[in-house]
């Protein structure tokens, strides 16, 4: 199982970006996905969760209306569109695959919002 993110980087603030996760080795098709953040000296925090053929979507009330994730399962992607940015949304973003007791993450990738 590998899960690659990208799209992050330095942005300002009411700015856009979307966050990609690649996923390989498993049926992505078959399981629910998920955006996790870590800011500093924070927990690591649920963001948003998609189900496995994206019918159900689920938000931290923190980013509800303004965050937005999608997934083609045809390209093992899911993604994080993230609009009207805020400097608390400065954070390293990961792609979570979670089926009890298997428990995959991606790398990570920072997001930052500032002037």
């Known amino acids: 199982v590998q899960l690659v993110e990208s799209g992050g980087g330095l942005v300002q603030p009411g700015g856009s970006l979307r966050l990609s996760c690649a996923a390989s080795?498993?049926?992505?098709?078959?399981?629910?996905m998920s955006w996790y953040r870590q800011a500093p000296g924070k927990e690591r925090e649920l963001v948003a969760s998609i189900s496995s053929r994206g019918g159900r979507t689920n938000y931290a009330d923190s980013v509800k209306g303004r965050f937005t994730i999608s997934r083609d399962n045809a390209k093992n992607t899911v993604y994080l569109q993230m609009n009207s940015l805020k400097p608390e949304d400065t954070a390293v973003y990961y792609c979570?695959?979670?089926?009890?007791?298997?428990?995959?993450w991606g790398q990570g990738t920072q997001v930052t919002v500032s002037s």
């Open positions: 979570r695959r979670l089926l009890v007791p298997y428990d995959y």
């Open positions: 080795g498993f049926t992505f098709s078959s399981y629910d």
